[in-house]
């Protein structure tokens, strides 16, 4: 196979005398390429993404998730708002994340993100 070139480059010689002389095929896109040898990479089973125990969270828990500040704590009510939910659902998903290590209340009501997240496991933020 070749691509064929301008005549007046030096460059394109090889490919336009190699089709010239029958002894490539000439070819314009991958289209061309694909109807000859057919696809180059067969069609392979997506490998899957890294799991982060984020992934396996409700939309909404996910979005309370996001919505915790990096530093220092929020209320629920504040939260609520920042994760566009109603106050009982950011409580309910605040609920789901203090139970995947995700969260942490602090006494004063306020809640925080954990940077690591299972039991006994990490450094609250």
């Known amino acids: 196979m070749a691509v064929p070139g301008p005549v007046t480059s030096s460059r394109s010689m090889g ?3 190699w089709i010239r002389e029958a002894r490539a095929i000439l070819v314009t896109n991958a289209d061309d390429i694909r ?3 057919g696809p180059i990479q067969p069609d392979l089973p997506p490998e899957p993404g890294p799991s982060r125990p984020l992934d ?3 939309p909404d ?3 309370a998730y996001e919505a915790l500040p990096a530093r220092g704590s929020v209320g629920a009510d504040e939260l ?3 994760a566009g939910l109603r106050i009982e659902e950011a409580l309910n998903c605040l609920g789901i994340l203090e139970e995947t290590g995700m ?3 602090h006494r ?3 809640w925080s993100a954990r940077l690591r997240h299972g039991a006994g496991a990490g450094i609250d933020v």
């Open 15 to 17: 490919p336009n005398e």
């Open 35 to 37: 109807r000859d040898i």
């Open 80 to 82: 609520a708002i920042d």
């Open 108 to 110: 004063d009501g306020t």
């Open 61 to 63: 828990a996910q979005s």
């Open 56 to 58: 396996a969270l409700p």
């Open 103 to 105: 969260a942490l209340r």
